[in-house]
């Protein structure tokens, strides 16, 4: 009797498991946030870092900019289209 139950139970446990593993892995792009501090010395060497710097501005990035994907090709929505034309530039052997 219990060979038949312990494999449902640990299935069970495994699930839940990986349940909460996934959510903790979705939650670490948000504790990923830093700041960023900028600071030039009197020789002009630039230093970044993570913890405020004696003499350094905080700096703010702007987000990546973003492009819309092109659209598809028009043979692309059409295979007949493509078909021909591929008859049509086929390569003599």
Not at 22 to 36: D, R, V
Not at 39 to 63: C, N
Not at 73 to 82: M, N
Request: charged share 20%; glycine share 4%; with cysteine.
């Amino acid at each position: 009797m219990l060979a038949l139950y312990l494999p449902v139970t640990l299935s069970r446990r495994m699930n839940m498991k990986l349940g909460y593993l996934l959510a903790m892995m979705s939650l670490c792009p948000l504790l990923a946030h830093a700041e960023i501090y900028k600071a030039v010395d009197a020789d002009g060497h630039v230093t970044y870092s993570s913890t405020p710097i004696k003499g350094g501005k905080k700096i703010t990035l702007e987000p990546l900019p973003t492009m819309v994907p092109p659209a598809r090709a028009h043979s692309a929505l059409r295979p007949r289209a493509f078909r021909e034309w591929m008859e049509q530039h086929k390569r003599p052997r």
